[in-house]
C-alpha cells in the first residue's frame, strides 16, 4: 500500500475550487507512454499549469500497471528538475469496478472516477457510494458520472448518448458523496463526434457542429452551487491536424470536434475539469505520418517520437493558455 502524498501528488479538492473561483479548468491529459508524460509535464511547467494526469484501464493494459505508476512517480520529479513544482493530480479515468478503483488507490493514485453512467440509477449510486467509501478513507477524490456520452474507444463505449437529467444530480451527489461530476451535454469521445449532417457550414465553409447544451449545464449549476463538473470528450479536433495526417497517407473520414471557443465558455463556468484524449493521438499521429513521408530512410524511434512529442506538448501549452485558462494558475 502507498498514499499518494508519499509520491508528492496532490488530490483534486483544492484544484477544483481554486478553478471554480477562478474560472478556469484543470486540464485531465491521458497517457500511455513516456513521450505523452514527457509532452504533458513539459508543456504544463512551462506554462505554469496544474494537472491531472490520467490513466484508463486501456493505459493500463497496454503500458503495465506497476509501469505507468512510478512513471507518474517520476513526472513529479521531472517537473521539480525543470524548476517548477505544479501540482500533479494521478487519476483512474473510467474505472469500471470497485476493485479496479481500489487496487488504483492502494498504489498511489490521488484520484478515480468509477463510470457507473451506463448502469440503472440506483446500481450507479450504489457503486459510486462504495468507491467513495473507501476512496475518502485515503483522501483520494472521486468523480462520479450521470448522463452517457457516445463514442468508441478501446474499454469505453455507447453508441448513443444521453444528456444529464439535471433532477438527479443532487440527490446523486447527496447519496453518493462524490467529490466530482462528469455529466453529458454533448461532447463525445473520440474523433468523429459529429457527423457532417448535424452541422452547418459558416462563411469560410468549415463545419459548425450544434452547440453544447450550455442550458442543461446551466441548470446544473443551480442545483448545485460551487460543485466541481467534469466534461469528457472534449477532444476539439483540430483540422490542420487531419489534413496533415490524410496528406501523409491518413484516411481519416470526417472527423470533428468541439469548438475551441465552447470549450472556453465551458471552463469560465462550474466546468473545473476538462478531458482530452484524441487531440494528443492526432497530433503524434500527424507528426510521425510527416516524418515518415518525408524522411523514409529513418528508423530511429527517437527521430519521430522526438518530432511527435515537441508537437504534442505545443498543443498542450495551447489548450491551457488560450482554451482552459489554466497556465499561471500552478
Ligand atoms: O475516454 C477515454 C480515453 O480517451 C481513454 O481511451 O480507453 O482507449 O485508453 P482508451
Ligand atoms: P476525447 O476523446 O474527446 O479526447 O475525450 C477524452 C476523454 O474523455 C477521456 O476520459
Ligand atoms: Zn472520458
Known amino acids: 500500500m502507498v498514499n499518494y502524498k508519499d509520491l508528492g501528488l496532490v488530490n483534486s479538492r483544492e484544484l477544483f475550487k481554486k478553478a471554480m473561483d477562478g474560472g478556469y479548468a484543470v486540464p485531465a491529459y491521458n497517457f500511455n507512454n513516456m513521450e505523452q508524460l514527457q509532452a504533458i509535464i513539459s508543456a504544463c511547467v512551462e506554462t505554469k499549469s496544474p494537472v491531472i494526469l490520467q490513466v484508463s484501464k486501456g493505459a493500463r493494459k497496454y503500458a503495465n500497471k506497476t509501469i505507468l505508476r512510478y512513471m507518474a512517480e517520476g513526472a513529479v520529479k521531472y517537473s521539480e528538475e525543470l524548476g517548477y513544482k505544479i501540482p500533479i493530480v494521478l487519476h483512474l479515468d473510467h474505472g469500471d ?21 451506463s448502469l440503472p440509477y440506483e446500481e450507479n ?4 457510494k462504495k468507491v467513495v467509501e473507501y476512496a475518502h478513507k485515503f483522501d483520494v477524490t472521486v468523480e462520479g458520472e450521470l448522463g452517457v456520452l457516445a463514442g468508441i474507444e478501446d474499454e469505453v463505449q455507447s453508441d448513443v448518448s444521453h444528456y444529464t437529467k439535471p433532477e438527479e444530480v443532487e440527490d446523486f451527489v447527496k447519496r453518493t458523496g462524490v467529490d466530482s461530476l462528469a455529466i453529458s451535454i454533448g461532447t463525445s469521445h473520440g474523433a468523429n463526434k459529429f457527423k457532417p449532417e448535424q452541422c452547418t457550414r459558416n462563411e469560410e465553409g468549415v463545419l459548425v457542429p450544434p452547440p453544447l447544451r450550455f442550458d442543461i449545464l446551466k441548470e446544473i449549476e443551480r442545483r448545485l452551487p460551487g460543485f466541481p463538473i467534469v466534461l469528457h470528450g472534449s477532444s476539439s479536433v483540430p483540422q490542420e491536424l487531419v489534413k496533415t495526417i490524410n496528406k501523409y497517407g491518413g484516411a481519416l473520414k ?11 465558455k465551458a471552463a469560465k463556468s462550474a466546468v473545473c475539469k476538462i478531458n482530452i484524449d484524441s487531440d494528443g493521438r492526432l497530433a503524434m499521429t500527424a507528426a510521425i505520418r510527416k516524418v515518415f513521408a518525408e524522411k523514409p530512410y529513418i528508423f530511429d524511434p527517437r527521430k519521430y517520437l522526438g518530432p511527435a512529442r515537441d508537437s504534442l506538448k505545443e498543443l498542450y501549452k495551447h489548450k491551457n493558455v488560450n482554451v482552459l485558462g489554466s497556465a499561471g494558475k500552478a
Open 254 to 264: 470526417d472527423a470533428i470536434g468541439i469548438p475551441e471557443e465552447q470549450l472556453r
Open 125 to 128: 449510486i450504489a457503486i459510486t
Open 97 to 117: 469496478s470497485f476493485e479496479l478503483c481500489k487496487e488504483c488507490i492502494d498504489m498511489g493514485f490521488s484520484s478515480v472516477m468509477i463510470d457507473g453512467s
